[in-house]
């Protein structure tokens, strides 16, 4: 065999290697598209079912009483209003998301003389998404079904629609209760915050079905020490009526 031969047989043998490998990529293509497909189905079926769940469990919680009072911190006056539901409804558990400080919720309650004992402080939240990421833990817990959402006209539609994705994923109806605010709001929502508020509420909807943060400063509302609080200092929004 020539050189000639030797390179048109090195070049037959180079087509067919490429030919080979193009077909092998094809069908490896080909059946991860299939796999794709396969998983999208699958993926849509479960969506679909767990939707349908959701949904029928929403609509059977909607007609049951309410059986929390949840409360979104940002305005003393939410909790000078929950305080007249906790001696309206002393049965109902009653949980105050990084509300006022702590002595000033105290306070609040013993100068209406309602019972402390029904009252949780959640406190490790530091912006609304984290009200719902900190509470859906201990609402699950507790075995709630239907929440009354306590907050302010300045807080809406945002707070709202968080809390019907947030806690509707996981069958818990809720029903909003606007606290009157006095004087000029200090914050104003805009749709870009909304915006930003409500995709990620769309993710951690199904991200929070298997994961379950906790907040280790969740405390008792009859356990608040007063007398370290009375030595530290401590200040209240004016308008609570208890500002030291």
């Known amino acids: 065999m020539d050189s000639h031969q030797i390179s048109f047989f090195i070049l037959v043998m180079k087509h067919k290697f490429i030919i080979k490998s193009l077909i092998y990529i094809k069908k490896t293509l080909v059946n991860l598209w299939q796999l794709l497909q396969k998983l999208t189905v699958g993926l849509y079926f479960v969506l679909g079912a767990w939707l349908i769940f959701s949904t029928i469990t929403l609509v059977s919680a909607s007609l049951q009483p309410v059986d929390t009072f949840f409360v979104l911190g940002g305005s003393i006056r939410r909790e000078t209003y929950i ?17 006022s400080p702590d002595p000033c919720i105290w306070l609040i309650f013993q100068r209406e003389f309602a019972s402390l004992e029904n009252v949780w402080l959640e406190k490790c939240a530091n912006s609304t998404f984290e009200n719902f990421y900190y ?5 699950r817990k507790w075995g709630v079904h239907k929440v009354k959402l306590i907050t ?21 109806w809720v029903e909003p209760e606007i606290v009157p605010e006095l004087g000029v709001p200090g914050n104003h929502e805009s749709w870009v915050k909304t915006g930003l508020d409500l995709t990620r509420s769309l993710f951690w909807a199904i991200l929070s079905q298997i994961i379950d943060p906790q907040c280790p400063n969740i405390i008792k509302l009859n356990e608040v020490n007063m007398p370290y609080w009375q030595n530290q200092g401590f200040k209240c929004e004016h308008q609570g009526g208890v500002g030291r």
């Open 135 to 139: 509470s859906i833990p201990l609402l």
């Open 83 to 99: 305080v007249q539901q906790a001696k309206q409804y002393p049965q109902i558990p009653i949980l105050i998301s990084h509300g």
């Open 152 to 172: 302010s006209a300045s807080h809406l539609p945002r707070a709202k629609w968080m809390a019907q994705i947030l806690l509707g994923a996981h069958g818990i």
